[in-house]
């Protein structure tokens, strides 16, 4: 059997709705492993799934050449309840990002390099691999218009596309006239026989001495928005904006403390779409009479008389954010709404002091968990136990679940022994899973989730003697690390001009990787958050960093079939003090916030300039000043981190 899920997710003590032990994630069996399963490694027959998804597209009711299956779900979420996960079902990849194209005839998945040696591991033979980012591999969106024959009709659901993705995709499609195609019914969905119910997990509400501000003061900057733009509503789809905004949290998707729901804000009302049984009492009565509560499942009911009761005139509109689905644009009406970034997105993005204040005693905590952690680890490795990856994981979330204000986890684990650690979204398999070795590199990237703050942290140890070659890796690594730390740049950079500075060092060897170097962090929230981030995507240049952004800090190296280096904090963006203030513009920095030793044993110091030396030394002497006051009832723990914060 699939091991249990562990509980992610814990409810203030003062509230009295149903105990902790409620909202334990559904148990995964076997069957699990063909959506979101926890190892990549398993290959999935995906061709009876095919051949009956093939009958449908041919029949007379739907009469398609391809159908395409997106990642998201309708709330374009990154990450998924298990009922919506149709790409990992259908195609047997259970990454977190890619989209699969079935012809009448062939396959196809799509995926960026993070994903490229799971896929290949978890695809079957029904299935051509498209390699995103390398030469002459086009997108799923230019393959659709490039590749297909002319006159193509595409099949899609429209709930899981972006209206703004469909209006330019089809532009595309019409020279060749193609056409895309909103299907009623997901064609995936009729053929998944044991698809998982729809979660519907309590909701609770977050108290302000954590968020920071009143759902009626955002409410109240969002509206300033709609003055701004000429807006008479504003349509909110995202979960994550839902549950900040009205400083709600829920359980529906692992992980994530959000709740399937949507929002609808005019000049004189706020809906929310929700099972109205999912609220908790204390929440209820937080949202009081300012919010309307209609069932999720009438959302779309009400959309297609808001314009009319809206009475637009003249140029306003109704905003969607560019996340915002086909079928919702198509539920309005054309000439009803205009396509926006969501300023909520914007809004959330920059954390309020009370915020950024969790984030750093969150992460002062959480360095505790790391160090008694690693220093177990080091132990049992160097008395001659055996200890998979798997039961490594288990170790980490048990130190972290015994925290003040733990939730759960912020993402699946990726502890990683060797050649596993080049698989860079690994996650280890209970069932079937290495040994952790002392004479390899260990990679490990975990996270928690409190109610001050969301945590994301990546170290690379050995155990043992490191290479040449991983000593040298390592420290590229470090130097763009630290070159991300102490940058100081103008206001209105943004992630995307940065971006090399992470890669610079890497570059000297001719080394590299195939990952952003930075995303943003939700506070209680997802783990992945936009819209800035650090990276080579030019979308990300279109988000200038922000004073009160957070954003994680994780260039890597990944040798495939041999090893894989990572290391991340988190940091947040700050005002910087210059002599100079060249153009009046302000500039900015980057306080990091995570603490947890970096290993000086894979350091190769002759690379080193004096001044990342003296950052080394000053992070570390740092992270023991505020972590070893929490382990004075960890001797073991404590002689750890002392030694591995001692000076170069």
């Known amino acids: 059997m699939w091991r249990q899920a562990h509980v992610w997710f814990r409810i203030p003590q003062k509230v009295s709705w149903p105990a902790p032990s409620s909202l334990l994630l559904q148990r995964r069996t076997l069957s699990s492993i063909a959506t979101m399963g926890a190892a990549g490694q398993h290959t999935v027959n995906t061709t009876g799934r095919l051949t009956r998804l093939r009958e449908l597209m041919k029949s007379k009711d739907v009469g398609i050449q391809a159908f395409v299956v997106p990642s998201e779900d309708q709330h374009s979420s990154e990450y998924l309840a298990h009922c919506d996960e149709r790409r990992a079902f259908i195609s047997g990849f259970n990454g977190s990002a890619g989209c699969a194209i079935v012809t009448l005839d062939k396959a196809y998945l799509f995926t960026d390099g993070r994903y490229f040696l799971q896929a290949g591991k978890q695809l079957d033979q029904n299935w051509t691999l498209m390699k995103q980012g390398?030469?002459?591999?086009?997108?799923?969106?230019?393959?659709?218009?490039?590749?297909?024959?002319?006159?193509?009709?595409?099949?899609?659901?429209?709930?899981?596309?972006?209206?703004?993705?469909?209006?330019?995709?089809?532009?595309?499609?019409?020279?060749?006239?193609?056409?895309?195609?909103?299907l009623p019914n997901n064609l995936v969905d009729a053929i998944w026989k044991d698809r998982p119910s729809r979660p519907a997990n309590k909701v609770f509400c977050l108290d302000e001495k954590y968020s920071g501000q009143s759902h009626l003061d955002k409410v109240t900057k969002v509206r300033e928005e709609l003055e701004k733009k000429k807006a008479k509503a504003i349509i909110v789809t995202m979960l994550d904006e839902v549950a900040w905004l009205f400083n709600l949290r829920g359980s529906d998707i692992d992980f994530n403390p959000v709740f399937f729901s949507y929002a609808v804000i005019t000049t004189d009302k706020v809906i929310l779409f929700i099972e109205s049984e999912q609220l908790s009492d204390s929440a209820r009565k937080y949202l009081g009479e300012h919010v309307e509560i209609k069932p999720y499942g009438a959302f779309f009911d009400y959309l297609k008389g808001l314009a009319a009761t809206l009475d637009l005139k003249g140029d306003f509109k109704i905003l969607l954010g560019d996340k915002a689905s086909l079928a919702v644009a198509e539920t309005l009406g054309q000439d009803t709404y205009a396509i926006v970034r969501s300023p909520i997105t914007d809004l959330k993005a920059i954390k309020n002091e009370t915020e950024l204040e969790g984030f750093r005693q969150s992460h002062i905590r959480d360095g505790a968990a790391l160090a008694r952690y690693f220093a177990w680890l080091e132990e049992q490795l160097n008395n001659g136990a055996e200890i998979n990856e798997s039961q490594a994981s288990d170790k980490l979330e048990k130190f972290r679940s015994e925290l003040d204000l733990f939730q759960g986890l912020s993402f699946t684990t990726i502890s990683s022994t060797g050649p596993n650690g080049a698989i860079i979204h690994y996650s280890p398999d209970p069932n079937d899973c290495d040994i952790i070795k002392k004479d390899q590199i260990y990679l490990c990237d975990s996270g928690g989730q409190y109610l001050d703050g969301t945590t994301d942290v990546t170290r690379t140890w050995h155990f043992g003697t490191p290479t040449d070659e991983e000593k040298r890796a390592f420290t590229r690594v470090l130097q763009g690390h630290i070159s991300i730390d102490t940058a100081i740049f103008p206001a209105g950079t943004t992630g995307y001009i940065i971006d090399s500075f992470a890669r610079r060092a890497l570059w000297q060897d001719g080394l590299d990787f195939r990952h952003g170097t930075g995303h943003g962090v939700g506070h209680f929230l997802n783990v992945h958050e936009g819209p800035h981030g650090i990276g080579t995507r030019?979308?990300?240049?279109?988000?200038?960093?922000?004073?009160?952004?957070?954003?994680?800090?994780?260039?890597?190296?990944?040798?495939?079939?041999?090893?894989?280096?990572?290391?991340?904090?988190?940091?947040?963006?700050?005002?910087?003090?210059?002599?100079?203030?060249?153009?009046?513009?302000?500039?900015?920095?980057?306080?990091?916030?995570?603490?947890?030793?970096?290993?000086?044993?894979?350091?190769?110091?002759?690379?080193?300039?004096?001044?990342?030396?003296?950052?080394?030394?000053?992070?570390?002497?740092?992270?023991?000043?505020?972590?070893?006051?929490?382990?004075?009832?960890?001797?073991?723990?404590?002689?750890?981190?002392?030694?591995?914060?001692?000076?170069?």
Request: glycine letters at 4%; a negative charge; hydrophobic letters at 35%.
């Open 538 to 648: 030019i979308a990300l240049n279109n988000s200038p960093l922000k004073a009160g952004m957070t954003v994680s800090n994780e260039p890597g190296y990944y040798a495939d079939g041999r090893f894989g280096i990572r290391i991340e904090n988190i940091v947040l963006v700050r005002e910087a003090k210059t002599p100079n203030n060249f153009g009046d513009k302000g500039y900015l920095g980057f306080e990091n916030v995570t603490l947890c030793p970096i290993h000086k044993k894979l350091v190769d110091t002759s690379l080193l300039t004096e001044q990342e030396k003296s950052w080394l030394n000053s992070y570390h002497a740092e992270t023991f000043e505020k972590v070893s006051p929490l382990l004075k009832n960890d001797p073991r723990a404590l002689e750890w981190l002392t030694r591995e914060c001692s000076p170069l």
């Open 134 to 182: 390398l030469p002459d591999v086009p997108t799923w969106q230019e393959f659709l218009h490039k590749n297909l024959e002319p006159k193509t009709k595409i099949g899609i659901d429209p709930t899981l596309i972006t209206a703004s993705d469909a209006e330019s995709l089809n532009k595309q499609l019409s020279v060749k006239s193609s056409e895309l195609i909103s």
